[in-house]
C-alpha cells in the first residue's frame, strides 16, 4: 500500500484555464491527476492521446466534453472515458478528478487543429 498526500503534489499551469494537481504515483501504467479547468482546455485546437485513456470523474462544477466533434454536457458525478486517437476538448468551470493508464506522458500527448 502507498499512501499519497496533499503536500507531495506538483502543479502545472496549462495556459490562463486549467491546472493540473499530479500525484505521485511514479507507476508506469497508471498515474492520477486533479484537474481544475475555469474556461476551454486546449484552449484552441484538440487534445489527442496516443496511448492513454483518459478516465475523468467530475468532481464538482458543469461543462462539457467534446470528443470527435460531439459535444456533452457533463457535471457532478459523471464519468467520462476518453480514448487514445480520439480528438478532444473541456470547456466550462470543473475539477476532474483523472486517472490515466498507461500512465500519461507528454510525449504521447498531442495537441491537433
Not at 486533479?34 to 470523474?57: H, Q, W
Not at 454536457?73 to 475539477?95: A, I, R, T
Request: hydrophobic share 35%.
Amino acid at each position: 500500500m502507498k499512501i499519497f498526500r496533499k503536500n507531495e503534489i506538483t502543479r502545472f499551469e496549462h495556459g490562463q484555464t486549467c491546472a493540473a494537481n499530479e500525484y505521485p504515483v511514479n507507476d508506469k501504467d497508471i498515474n492520477i491527476a486533479v484537474i481544475e479547468l475555469d474556461g476551454r482546455y486546449p484552449e484552441t485546437g484538440c487534445a489527442m492521446n496516443e496511448i492513454s485513456k483518459e478516465l475523468a470523474y467530475v468532481m464538482e462544477g458543469s461543462g462539457k466534453v467534446t470528443v470527435d466533434g460531439k459535444e456533452t454536457q457533463v457535471s457532478e458525478d459523471d464519468l467520462v472515458m476518453v480514448y487514445p486517437g480520439e480528438k478532444f476538448f473541456w470547456e466550462g468551470k470543473m475539477k476532474l478528478f483523472m486517472p490515466c493508464t498507461p500512465a500519461w506522458n507528454p510525449e504521447q500527448y498531442k495537441i491537433v487543429i
